[in-house]
């Protein structure tokens, strides 16, 4: 059996579905050691770091669109606030008996 052949049959167990697996386009990670502002770590490329982000920033465009359909961002009625009374000093009462 060819290690095609193989691998296309471990794929076909595999449930496909999802934003990121419907992509037609495949996102070559190149993950290694590559250099980042905290020095050299083991990550995906630079390149790829900024095409996942771009999926995510699409995916969430996509699914705030869906919730604004949906009527879950309905913009709320500010409540108007009445004028604020002044607070006013308390009268220091002359009768008051002293305690000590």
Request: no cysteine; charged share 35%; glycine share 4%.
């Amino acid at each position: 059996m060819s290690i095609a052949r193989h691998h296309a049959e471990w794929l076909s167990l595999l449930e496909i579905s999802g934003p990121f697996l419907n992509m037609s386009v495949p996102i070559l990670v190149d993950h290694g050691f590559h250099e980042t502002a905290q020095g050299l770590r083991y990550t995906i490329s630079q390149e790829a770091r900024w095409e996942v982000l771009d999926r995510l920033l699409a995916l969430n465009h996509e699914r705030y669109a869906e919730e604004v359909a949906a009527g879950l961002h309905e913009k709320k009625k500010k409540a108007k606030r009445g004028k604020r009374k002044k607070a006013t000093a308390k009268k220091k009462d002359d009768r008051q008996i002293k305690l000590l």
